[in-house]
């Protein structure tokens, strides 16, 4: 029967490789048609506008100047995140820029450790580019079980009794790659946790913080008030960007923390620039004031849910009847779905994806080090590819989730 | 005899002082006159620009990916740096970023001695930035003298006979805050260093490469070129950026390095940012081909030298019977006259043009450690008051130096 099903598998996947089928769905890139949403950015600033006034000072966006952005762009922000725009500092184009800074600025400076013993907390599977940059930094990654709520809280609290664990990544609202938003109760949690070291930090990375399909941004407990509240104002640095809003590598980013941190950013800050680029952030203010930024993002919601159902359907056609192949979440918003193979699976389906020309993140990549111990983890980024290339990808994708599953079966 | 002087001038200080006079010269701020210059660049670029073909590719600026910048840019870089494209890592809005990411990555990452042992050469007087910035990296600074043709070379060589030295600042062109363009011979003799330490760099600070009165690029030789034929192609790293040819805080940056420190940086970068700001590159690119950069600088040119007349002209008429007042080196280009009082009277007479109502750099700013060991230089920065106030401020400035000066005499 097995055998049988296999040889009919491995027909179909023959078939396909035939096809000369090329498509890159690796990265959670908006596609052009998302882009040309914000089109109007790149022409709505004028000479005369880059001249503001703000505190009774006047200001030339077009000079020196304003080491942590300008205060529109901050109250932006601070509405965001809700919190007060004195907890705000706005960054350059990239907020992955402001957490590098934040890890070594919180982290490796101000630890009483060697660099070399400092530890991470890392909820798997997670974000790529947050272990590699922990990695880089020579931190050693703890994998932390995620649970449809959020993060193992009790594998956290265990571990921050170590004083080289100097801080965890999060994810928060559709997570990368499961597209989880934290619970209430986890967030509350996280904000009240007592970490051994005092320098513990929690690292926010609010990237889809309005990115749901439906333009109703998602309601969570906010961690700076909840953590506030518990005596833990210094540990959460939220970030944020605009890189999924208006021009992925042309947007603005920001961060959130206590003023005591941001005074400590700001100084670093202040050695290394004169300022980010305050007119890119005078264009966000203006175009953001002709459009409401919810109705722009139910705009990206509507492109990207076409692209999420077929995604959906196709794995629910195929696996529903057999959750042994194939099991993932319902993600209500972000860049992925992520899906759970069975187990030994993962890295030979997104070889054998390779094979007839779709590539797919690497199996592993979800989590530290590359290493899915399970090997069963695999992120699929719909974004960018149309929704006919998606049908294919799909049918491609399902294919060779079989082929694996039985080509192990049968080789047992 | 000097008493009557004295008096004189103290009489004219206070006159001066009654004006309730109020301007900021501090730092070279373009004036809003220059930035207008660039005013076509706020809306040159539409949608459809967007979208360019590099190498065979397709690459759509508003998305992600371009680690070190479009090719176009690059290639204009390569022209102002004299180098090839492939020498070239285009960065964000701000060189001081690229060069405090430099010296972390090839300075203090790569060094065999501890942080705290580690030395840097810095020219002076020279930019304030670059002695806050090594400071804050905790780089013992050591102040080499300045010739009217570049730094004392043979101070250099006594001192990188130490392994621990790691680098050298130079601002080869118009130097911060002299105004100094290095000779070839000087030039020549720093491509030609045999430090103790194979990871020492010349950290080539070219923000005025091309910022002449005239308009006419000053001819230097080229250092990376020279270095290279000198068997130390991987010594220079060299930068430069947009921010006084557009806008200070929007432009672009750049450096220029041997191919295998760029690979080290293109690394280092990859895991801190997506990369930089394409559609600001992209601007810039469409900007200049339609605006011939020469062009550009010598109407910066003409507005800059119309201030720097004033400074110059107003120092003559005051100082040039008396160099043991005041002596100066007049500019060819830069942002910057750099004017030596008596020892003992710069902080002084900084202190009286406050009294004034007239800011000033401070007083020792332009020395490693804010200490002008013989409290005698002064930056004045006439680019961004009218001329008719740096006219006031030019007269308040001279009376401030012969009130200080004579100060001295009468209390001795």
Redesign the interface.
Known sequence: MEIKLYDDYLEKFNKLKSQNFSLDMS?G??S?EQ??L??DL??I???DD?IIEENNQTI???????LDGILPMKKMFANLFGVSSEEVLVG???S??L???SLVLYGLSESAFPKSQLKILCPSPGYD?HF??SE??GLTMIPINMTQDGPDISQIKEYIADPAVIGIWCVPVFSNPQGITYSDKIIDQLAALKPATANFKILWDNAYIIHSFDGEPPKTLNLLRTAEKYGNYDIPIMFTSF?KIT????GVSAMAASEKNLAKMRQNIS??????????QLRHVKFFEQTDIFQHMKKHGEILAAKFNVVLQTLTENFADNPNWANWIVPKGGYFVSVDVPAGCAKRTVELCKQVGLMLTPAGATFPYGNDPLDQNIRLAPSFPSVDELKIAMEVFCTAVKVAALERVIKK
Chains 1, 2 share one sequence.
């Open positions: 990265r890139k908006p052009a882009l040309n914000s089109s790149l022409t600033l004028q000479n880059c030339d966006c077009r000079n020196y100047g304003g350059g184009n990239s992955l820029t957490m590098y800074d580019r590699l940059m880089y930094l890189s021009f992925p590598g042309a050695f290394k620039t004169v300022g980010p680029d305050k007119i890119n």
